[in-house]
């Protein structure tokens, strides 16, 4: 038997779209002429949920930008109503990039795994553009994609005062396991 892995979820989605489809990720985010071998990526980096941060499914430093990213999976018919995809946030997701930033400026002078995190990330991240993302899966099939009741306008949304750039991707039907909804990683 050949190993394969099977994922199921946002999070098996999001490390295929950073594996295998980093490329199509970075042209939806505008980064048309970046090479992907240039790109620094992050998956599922901690920041400690007790002090309200926790984890951002991915970060994406190219020359230009650093994106912060979320990213959503609203499989389920009930999420898609009417044709429309609706996507839950939970409030810690959208305060994680309120936060940050603050975070980064904070002076930790304990040695802790939140410290080691954040000064190797801030080393690595320097003084680029962060832009913050809602990277979604949906079906192409999708109208509008509305977000804790605010619809998607030019690929953009704000909630909290928080502004996310909207990015869908679409799985192809040659990245699933047959008919189920396990992705081939």
Same mark, same amino acid.
């Given at each position: 038997?050949?190993?394969?892995?099977?994922?199921?979820?946002?999070?098996?989605?999001?490390?295929?779209?950073?594996?295998?489809?980093?490329?199509?990720?970075?042209?939806?985010?505008?980064?048309?002429?970046?090479?992907?071998?240039?790109?620094?990526?992050?998956?599922?980096?901690?920041?400690?949920?007790?002090?309200?941060?926790?984890?951002?499914?991915?970060?994406?430093?190219?020359?230009?930008?650093?994106?912060?990213?979320?990213?959503?999976?609203?499989?389920?018919?009930?999420?898609?109503?009417?044709?429309?995809?609706?996507?839950?946030?939970?409030?810690?997701?959208?305060?994680?990039?309120?936060?940050?930033?603050?975070?980064?400026?904070?002076?930790?002078?304990?040695?802790?795994?939140?410290?080691?995190?954040?000064?190797? =990330? $801030?080393?690595?991240?320097?003084?680029?553009?962060? /832009?913050?993302?809602?990277? !979604?899966?949906?079906?192409? @099939? *999708?109208?509008?994609?509305?977000?804790?009741?605010?619809? =998607? $306008?030019?690929?953009?949304?704000?909630?909290?005062? /928080?502004?996310?750039?909207? !990015?869908?991707?679409?799985? @192809? *039907?040659?990245?699933?396991?047959?008919?189920?909804?396990?992705?081939?990683?």
């Amino acid at each position: 038997m050949k190993n394969k892995i099977l994922g199921y979820g946002e999070d098996s989605l999001t490390l295929w779209a950073l594996t295998k489809k980093l490329d199509t990720l970075l042209c939806l985010l505008g980064e048309t002429t970046v090479d992907k071998s240039e790109c620094l990526v992050f998956y599922r980096p901690s920041f400690g949920r007790a002090v309200g941060i926790g984890e951002f499914d991915f970060i994406i430093k190219t020359k230009r930008k650093t994106y912060f990213g979320e990213s959503k999976w609203p499989l389920s018919e009930k999420k898609r109503r009417e044709g429309n995809c609706v996507v839950t946030m939970k409030d810690c997701q959208i305060n994680r990039h309120k936060e940050f930033a603050k975070l980064q400026s904070k002076d930790y002078s304990e040695r802790s795994i939140l410290k080691a995190n954040l000064d190797f =990330v $801030k080393e690595k991240l320097d003084k680029t553009q962060q /832009v913050n993302v809602l990277l !979604i899966f949906t079906p192409k @099939d *999708s109208n509008k994609i509305v977000i804790k009741g605010e619809h =998607v $306008k030019n690929n953009k949304v704000v909630i909290h005062k /928080v502004e996310f750039k909207v !990015i869908c991707m679409y799985p @192809d *039907s040659d990245s699933f396991d047959g008919n189920s909804n396990f992705l081939n990683l």
